[in-house]
């Protein structure tokens, strides 16, 4: 299928969001789609699926105008589109999910279900899934369901599929079988559009970039004509150089400390340590266990035995409101259902964990919960209309930051992030990097889960790799590189 | 260890609900045998068809996270105008016709106002609730309609005929059951159903028809309420004007106790059937064992909050 959308327009009760946006998709190729938090990307693709209806601008397909006013029009096109927010419904099995808004009947109307699961079981196992499709679909791993969302769009017989962010969440494993599908159905004819934020792989998997900036088709270049530096430039409009500022400084007292932290079925026997003015890596596969020991320090989830020290004190903490009180600030990984309240808007999201800090005699203070939004707006380069809009309208990038700058606020000297970059771009790594950098300066102890390699390698002092529930290895910096962590990730 | 716990608690999300019956059953009937004969058997289950067959539809209508307070108010209301048909002449299975039509009809009002004009169905079914009492009060000039069944022969036979031995109010609720379970278990609606009450923007992303899926559920609400209506009407052989109030309650409190959630999404139509049962048991149960009607209430509310308890404990 040849896809060109042309000279797009849309705004958002008088917000243009999007100016004049393009792509040009042709079959049987890996399209990237470029640009920074809240460039626009979402949009247009929500556009071409009709999720939200263009003011202004043409879609052909095949040398054909078409006209989407629907999903089910874009169905009809066989576009298929993976959204950046996971669309599952929790209580739901696998092959209901898959099938949801397109379920097969028989002639009574009655749902086919055995043909369902049978179909259902073959597109997972095309992508190596080999599970029982009547399973519910929370009992598997984000990274499986993320699969199970190609999968129904292979049920589609899409000829087009939009991927928006779809690694975000993904193992290194799943990331090379995703990968494999994708050239193995892109020499069946079949195109991809593929939003990420992870230059590596674009380098790796994409034949085409398309940049977009604020709205605006910036250039469209071939992987083999042009760099990493040129799309990055081209993208947030200056040169960035680092990509992983660090500072060195010697770390100081021991903040935190744990022993032998254990809950059943989670992890075993965890001890590390974290100093003030140092940076912690926590590496692993998905499913490690990395999050859980999270959850236990900051008491959400608290451990079964062992023991955690703060400040070389044992304490023993059963609530984040304990945590928050020891000082210790936890900016957690799954967004849509730990970070952020999707009905409330940025600057009640905020304010959330410090509610007592913004008020006066009692009373939530206005100026003070706007002043501050503004502040934490300017300071991480958050890209929002208003204060008071609804986070639900914030591009997925702009929330993680509001998420950031939530803890942030609370002046955590034991600091734990999870995966705080996914779905950042780069210009705004960047930017957290130096954030995460600058409390490093101020003494604070600071703990990054993260998937991504280059991130853990780039700014992490130390490096601990969890495997199947343990804790296997530290590293030092000096000695980690992403074929020994990998090595101590999935070797038994 | 953690697997038998685990197994326990697989066990108790599909059957705790009928242990919790089965409990009662045994502890009533010990402390009176006359509960467990056949004439009590068969009268419990014609007890609980008016509430059932109200439970029925409002199983549909939680399972996509909404609420319609306005069941007692419909059943009244299609009682009050079934009686009047009746007695202004019309023959009587059309008159069950036009009167299930007409609860369908009050229902899509309610469906209307909540996912078209997206008001909230709180606040919606309250209003037509009230209203619906008053038209009924209006319509009837608050006098009962008496002696519907004397020359309807096919509503005398609702109330009075047994099929098979058993007696026809259990037979429709039962029918009715089979057709729902149908409906929301085997078809694409009852998936939507589903969807919706679980997460309605994905369900909207997944090209899901969710104004007119919530709109359907009211409809279907409004005529299970309407048919109760029918059923009670023809027992009582007159149509009181306030015969509905507080059918709502119940009915919700058999679809929470059946162990569907109140926020939508999970859930199951047979225990509904098991709710609806519950409540029957306990009401006639207290009863024939002589417990008096203020201590009745403090128990069957301490029924509700166990049975919801247990629920959130085995959904963790
Ligand atoms: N429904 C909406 N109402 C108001 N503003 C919106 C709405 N949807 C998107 N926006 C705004 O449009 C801009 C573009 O958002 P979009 O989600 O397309 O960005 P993106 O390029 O996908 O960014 P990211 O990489 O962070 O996902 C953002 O500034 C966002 O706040
Ligand atoms: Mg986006």
């Known amino acids: 299928m040849e896809l060109l959308m042309t000279n797009i327009k849309k705004s958002f009760d008088l917000v243009k969001v999007l100016k004049h946006a393009q792509i040009h998709v042709k079959s049987s190729e890996v399209h990237a789609l470029m640009g920074e938090n809240g460039a626009g990307k979402s949009?247009?693709?929500?556009?071409?699926?009709?999720?939200?209806?263009?003011?202004?601008g043409t879609i052909v397909i095949d040398n054909k105008e078409v006209q989407i006013h629907s999903i089910r029009d874009s169905e009809k096109a066989k576009i298929a589109f993976i959204h950046q927010e996971l669309n599952v419904l929790n209580e739901m099995s696998i092959v209901d999910n898959m099938f949801l808004g397109r379920e097969i009947t028989n002639k009574f109307g009655l749902l086919k279900k055995k043909e369902m699961k049978?179909?259902?079981?073959?597109?997972?196992?095309?992508?190596?899934?080999?599970?029982?499709?009547?399973?519910?679909?929370?009992?598997?791993?984000?990274?499986?369901?993320?699969?199970?969302?190609?999968?129904?769009?292979?049920?589609?017989?899409?000829?087009?599929?939009?991927?928006?962010?779809?690694?975000?969440?993904?193992?290194?494993?799943?990331?090379?079988?995703?990968?494999?599908?994708?050239?193995?159905?892109?020499?069946?004819?079949?195109?991809?559009?593929?939003?990420?934020?992870?230059?590596?792989?674009?380098?790796?998997?994409?034949?085409?970039?398309?940049?977009?900036?604020?709205?605006?088709?910036?250039?469209?270049?071939?992987?083999?004509?042009?760099?990493?530096?040129?799309?990055?430039?081209?993208?947030?409009?200056?040169?960035?150089?680092?990509?992983?500022?660090?500072?060195?400084?010697?770390?100081?007292?021991?903040?935190?400390?744990?022993?032998?932290?254990?809950?059943?079925?989670?992890?075993?026997?965890?001890?590390?340590?974290?100093?003030?003015?140092?940076?912690?890596?926590?590496?692993?596969?998905?499913?490690?266990?990395?999050?859980?020991?999270?959850?236990?320090?900051?008491?959400?989830?608290?451990?079964?035995?062992?023991?955690?020290?703060?400040?070389?004190?044992?304490?023993?903490?059963?609530?984040?409101?304990?945590?928050?009180?020891?000082?210790?600030?936890?900016?957690?990984?799954?967004?849509?259902?730990?970070?952020?309240?999707?009905?409330?808007?940025?600057?009640?999201?905020?304010?959330?964990?410090?509610?007592?800090?913004?008020?006066?005699?009692?009373?939530?203070?206005?100026?003070m919960k706007l002043e501050e939004t503004e502040h934490y707006k300017n300071k991480l380069n958050i890209k929002m209309a208003s204060p008071t809009m609804k986070i639900a309208n914030l591009s997925g990038g702009n929330q993680q930051k509001v998420v950031i700058a939530k803890w942030l606020h609370t002046n955590p000297s034991i600091l734990i992030l999870d995966e705080p970059t996914r779905g950042v771009d780069i210009g705004a790594k960047k930017e957290i990097y130096e954030i995460i950098n600058g409390l490093k300066a101020a003494g604070v102890a600071i703990i990054?889960?993260?998937?991504?390699?280059?991130?853990?390698?780039?700014?992490?002092?130390?490096?601990?790799?969890?495997?199947?529930?343990?804790?296997?290895?530290?590293?030092?910096?000096?000695?980690?590189?992403?074929?020994?962590?990998?090595?101590?990730?999935?070797?038994? | 260890m953690i697997g038998t716990m685990n197994k326990v608690k697989g066990v108790y999300e599909k059957y705790g609900t009928v242990i919790v019956l089965l409990l009662l059953v045994v502890v009533i009937s010990l402390m009176n045998p006359k509960f467990l004969t056949t004439y009590n058997i068969l009268n419990i289950f014609r007890q609980v068809s008016i509430n059932g067959l109200i439970a029925l539809g409002m199983t549909f209508v939680i399972l996509t996270g909404g609420i319609d307070l306005s069941v007692g108010a419909i059943l009244g209301l299609s009682g009050m105008v079934l009686g009047l048909l009746i007695?202004?002449?019309?023959?009587?299975?059309?008159?069950?016709?036009?009167?299930?039509?007409f609860g369908a009809t009050l229902?899509?009002?309610?469906?209307?106002?909540?996912?078209?004009?997206?008001?909230?169905?709180?606040?919606?079914?309250?209003?037509?609730?009230t209203m619906f009492q008053g038209i009924t009060l209006i319509i009837s000039?608050?006098?009962?309609?008496?002696?519907?069944?004397?020359?309807?022969?096919?509503?005398?036979?609702?109330?009075?005929?047994?099929?098979?031995?058993?007696?026809?109010?259990?037979?429709?609720?039962?029918?009715?059951f089979f057709l729902l379970?149908?409906?929301?278990?085997?078809?694409?609606?009852?998936?939507?159903?589903?969807?919706?009450?679980?997460?309605?923007?994905?369900?909207?992303?997944?090209?899901?028809?969710?104004?007119?899926?919530k709109a359907l559920v009211y409809v279907i609400s409004g005529a299970m309420a309407a048919l109760a209506g029918i059923i009670l009407t023809s027992r009582l052989s007159s149509a009181q004007p306030t015969a509905g109030a507080g059918y709502e309650l119940d009915a919700i409190a058999a679809v929470v106790i059946g162990g569907t959630s109140l926020a939508g999404g999970r859930g199951r139509i047979f225990g509904t059937l098991i709710g609806v049962l519950i409540i029957g048991v306990l009401n006639n149960g207290l009863n024939i064992i002589g417990v008096s009607s203020f201590y009745q209430q403090v128990i069957k509310g301490l029924v509700i909050l166990v049975a919801v308890i247990l629920d959130r404990k085995s959904s963790r």
């Open chain 1, 118 to 367: 049978a179909l259902a079981t073959e597109k997972l196992q095309l992508l190596g899934l080999y599970v029982d499709a009547d399973d519910s679909i929370k009992s598997i791993s984000i990274g499986k369901r993320q699969l199970v969302e190609i999968a129904k769009a292979l049920l589609l017989d899409a000829e087009l599929i939009i991927m928006d962010e779809p690694t975000a969440a993904l193992t290194e494993k799943e990331i090379n079988l995703l990968f494999k599908v994708i050239r193995q159905l892109k020499e069946q004819g079949k195109s991809f559009i593929y939003i990420s934020h992870r230059m590596e792989e674009i380098f790796e998997i994409c034949d085409e970039i398309t940049v977009m900036r604020d709205g605006t088709f910036i250039g469209q270049k071939k992987k083999a004509y042009t760099s990493f530096d040129e799309i990055v430039k081209m993208m947030v409009g200056y040169d960035l150089y680092e990509r992983f500022p660090r500072i060195d400084i010697e770390p100081k007292d021991v903040l935190l400390k744990t022993e032998n932290l254990t809950l059943e079925g989670k992890f075993e026997d965890v001890s590390f340590d974290v100093r003030a003015g140092e940076i912690l890596g926590f590496s692993g596969l998905m499913g490690a266990g990395r999050t859980d020991v999270m959850h236990a320090i900051f008491g959400s989830c608290p451990a079964t035995s062992g023991k955690i020290y703060v400040r070389g004190k044992e304490e023993n903490i059963k609530s984040p409101k304990v945590a928050k009180k020891l000082g210790i600030g936890f900016i957690t990984e799954d967004r849509k259902n730990e970070g952020i309240i999707l009905d409330f808007n940025v600057s009640e999201n905020l304010i959330l964990p410090s509610l007592k800090d913004f008020t006066k005699s009692g009373l939530i203070n206005n100026k």
């Open chain 2, 107 to 129: 229902g899509l009002l309610n469906g209307f106002l909540i996912s078209k004009v997206k008001l909230q169905a709180f606040i919606v079914t309250l209003a037509t609730m």
């Open chain 1, 448 to 492: 990054i889960v993260s998937s991504e390699l280059p991130e853990v390698l780039g700014i992490c002092d130390r490096i601990a790799v969890m495997r199947e529930k343990r804790l296997v290895k530290i590293f030092n910096r000096a000695e980690a590189n992403q074929e020994n962590i990998m090595d101590f990730a999935t070797r038994g």
């Open chain 2, 141 to 176: 000039d608050g006098i009962p309609a008496m002696g519907v069944t004397s020359n309807a022969k096919v509503l005398d036979f609702v109330s009075q005929g047994k099929t098979l031995g058993l007696p026809f109010p259990m037979i429709v609720f039962f029918i009715a």
């Open chain 1, 43 to 56: 949009t247009l693709m929500k556009i071409l699926t009709g999720v939200y209806t263009k003011d202004e």
């Open chain 2, 181 to 213: 379970y149908i409906l929301i278990e085997k078809t694409v609606f009852g998936r939507s159903v589903y969807a919706v009450g679980g997460n309605e923007e994905v369900a909207r992303l997944s090209s899901i028809a969710t104004v007119k899926t």
């Open chain 2, 87 to 101: 007695l202004a002449g019309t023959p009587d299975v059309l008159a069950i016709i036009i009167v299930i039509l």
